[in-house]
């Protein structure tokens, strides 16, 4: 067998084994080990594998699951890229990398990195450390100095005595090492029977083989409690980006001039030569913007809520149209953010009303005149409008409904 270093360099493809056959009898999840509970939209597993995934410096990668766990495997992490291989692991972890090892042989790859699946937090800065630090005969460990006072505990739940914590360190994965020696050592342990090391380094003190401290993450936690759990999740959704659902809707709307003294727009009854003809008040501004708001939420137009052949819409005020397109939106859980309506005409001048205007719109809408704008522009003398048969306007309304935008 060769030792693979002289596969090993600065720039060569790391492998990695990634351990994911365990039971977490300690976290307790009635619905499937831990490593493939949902945390913030997809299973743990998922997330460690795309860091590996997406690192420059990792070539194969080899998942030690459950034989129970394939349909599991294939939900959280199918359609992975070619590189990644599942394997059957075995009862115990250190089992599990042995086989995981094993499983690489046909590579001979110079370097291999040990992961827990159960570490979804693993960085990209904190796999480059860990490679750097790789040496042709000698193991890389991330771990953290212990923070906290250790107590040893007696029998009777007692401290029996303080631990000096000098020079202790937790130990966290990726472990990183030369294949060969690691396989090597792995393969020895289990031909003497020593089945009782809870992670690689330890083993490869055990052999022998120098093995290196580079600094761990406090990030990179390994959930082990169903609170840690929890917390992971919570920490994700936190950091999701958010998609609300914010809505446009448009409106648009015409009404010819017939004899009369006044027009009405956006609520406001202006003294005019003409009045403009229609089945309501024929308030042009108030009925685009009801279909803007009522488009929002696919909810149709003005004529579907108040058909034109109802008598008893005949000269109804359309502050009324607008207001049932407001309580519409509002019953499906929508909060208007604003409303634009632009007014075409060549006459009457609308900028003495605008206030008015807004404050009725304010009123009728429920939210405040700073979100409400009313504009006009004449037709420069072109068309029906420039003609002055009649008045058209365009409306814009935005919503912002409960919930995201659907992936
Ligand atoms: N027979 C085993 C046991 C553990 N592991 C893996 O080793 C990692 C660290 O182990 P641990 O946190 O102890 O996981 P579990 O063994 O699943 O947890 P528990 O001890 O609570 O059952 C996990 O990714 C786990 O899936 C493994 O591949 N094979
Ligand atoms: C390998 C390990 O992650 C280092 O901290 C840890 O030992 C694995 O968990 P276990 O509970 O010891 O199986």
């Known amino acids: 067998m060769t030792d693979g270093s002289e596969n090993s360099s600065a720039t060569g493809e790391v492998a990695v084994v990634i351990v994911a056959a365990g039971r977490g009898a300690r976290a307790g999840q009635a619905n499937g080990p831990k490593q493939y509970q949902n945390i913030g939209g997809r299973a743990v597993i998922a997330h460690t594998l795309e860091m590996f995934l997406a690192h420059p410096r990792t070539g194969r990668i080899v998942v030690a ?15 992975q890229a070619e590189r990644v291989t599942a394997i059957i692991g075995g009862p115990t972890r250190q089992e599990s990398v042995r086989l995981g090892l094993l499983a690489l042989k046909d590579h001979a790859p110079g370097q291999v990195l040990i992961h827990d ?23 890389a460990l991330p771990a953290l100095p212990i923070a906290d006072t250790l107590k040893r505990e007696s029998a009777a739940g007692v401290v029996a005595e303080t631990v000096s914590r000098s020079g202790l360190h937790a130990a966290q994965t990726p472990q990183g090492f030369p294949y060969g020696p690691i396989l090597a050592a792995h393969d020895k342990a289990y031909q003497l029977g020593r089945l009782d090391f809870t992670d690689d380094a330890a083993i490869a003190e055990w052999a022998q083989i120098p093995v290196k401290l580079v600094p761990g993450s406090p990030d990179n936690v390994k959930l082990t409690w169903a609170r840690d759990i929890a917390m992971a999740h919570q920490r994700l959704s936190s950091e999701r980006t958010h998609f609300p659902d914010i809505r446009t809707g448009n409106g648009y709307d015409v009404h010819a001039f017939e004899p009369g003294d006044h027009v009405t727009l956006c609520g406001v009854a202006i003294p005019h030569d003409k009045r403009l003809s229609g089945h309501s008040d024929a308030d042009v501004g108030l009925h685009a913007l009801t279909d803007a708001l009522l488009a929002t939420c696919g909810a149709g137009d003005i004529g579907t809520h108040f058909p034109p052949s109802d008598p008893q819409w005949k000269g109804a005020a359309s502050r009324i149209f607008v207001e049932h397109a407001a309580k519409v939106v509002r019953e499906r859980g929508g909060r208007i953010a604003n409303a634009d309506i632009t007014l075409i005409c060549e006459a009457p ?7 008015a205007m807004t404050a009725a719109l ?9 979100r409400i704008s009313i504009k006009a522009t004449t037709n420069e ?8 048969e009649g008045i058209a306007a365009i409306a814009t309304a935005s919503v912002v409904f409960p919930g995201e935008v659907p992936e």
Not at 72 to 77: E, N, S, V
Not at 349 to 355: F, Y
Not at 382 to 387: E, K, N, Q, S, Y
Request: cysteine-free; glycine content about 12%.
């Open 362 to 370: 304010s009123q009728m809408l429920g939210i405040s005149a700073d």
């Open 117 to 139: 699946a159960v570490r979804p937090f693993v960085d990209a800065e904190l796999i480059d450390r860990t490679i750097a630090a790789i040496g042709k005969n000698e193991g």
């Open 349 to 355: 001048r609308v900028g003495p009303h605008r206030e």
């Open 381 to 388: 003398k072109l068309g029906f409008v420039g003609r002055e």
């Open 65 to 79: 699951i459950h034989a129970d766990d394939h349909e599991l495997f294939r939900q959280a992490a199918g359609g």
